[in-house]
């Protein structure tokens, strides 16, 4: 998880630095790979806290551990997004789903 998640800030940097929406749009989908971990860690951390009541303190600082790298996460995700409108003055936070670059052709094309 950590790993990902220092990937998707250095990749949400780079794409800054170098004004590369298509390398930003990349790292949105992998938000949802962070998420996932977080959440099935809290699953097995709390299963583990219900059979070793001792653990219960140190699973907590582990469950916040998890929950500081996922918000990593999702900050790396808003400058990938950020750089994105920065580059095609598209918005594409909140759809689910990065959609495609704008096309380039002045012309519309027919439908």
Same mark, same amino acid.
């Given at each position: 998880?950590?790993?990902?998640?220092?990937?998707?800030?250095?990749?949400?940097? /780079?794409?800054?630095? *170098?004004?590369?929406?298509?390398?930003?749009?990349?790292?949105?989908?992998?938000?949802?790979?962070?998420?996932?971990? *977080?959440?099935?860690? *809290?699953?097995?951390?709390?299963?583990?806290?219900?059979? *070793?009541?001792?653990?219960?303190?140190?699973?907590?600082?582990?469950?916040? !551990?998890? %929950?500081?790298?996922? %918000?990593?996460? /999702?900050?790396?995700?808003?400058?990938?997004?950020? !750089?994105?409108?920065?580059?095609?003055?598209? /918005?594409?936070?909140?759809?689910?789903?990065?959609?495609?670059?704008?096309?380039? /052709?002045?012309?519309?094309?027919?439908?």
């Amino acid at each position: 998880m950590a790993g990902i998640a220092l990937s998707q800030l250095k990749g949400a940097l /780079d794409s800054f630095v *170098n004004r590369d929406p298509a390398a930003a749009r990349a790292l949105v989908p992998r938000d949802k790979e962070v998420d996932g971990l *977080n959440k099935q860690i *809290n699953r097995e951390l709390t299963q583990y806290m219900m059979e *070793n009541r001792d653990a219960i303190p140190r699973c907590l600082h582990l469950m916040v !551990v998890s %929950r500081s790298l996922e %918000r990593i996460a /999702d900050h790396a995700t808003n400058v990938a997004e950020e !750089v994105v409108y920065l580059c095609e003055a598209q /918005d594409i936070r909140h759809t689910g789903k990065p959609p495609a670059p704008p096309e380039t /052709d002045f012309v519309k094309k027919p439908s």
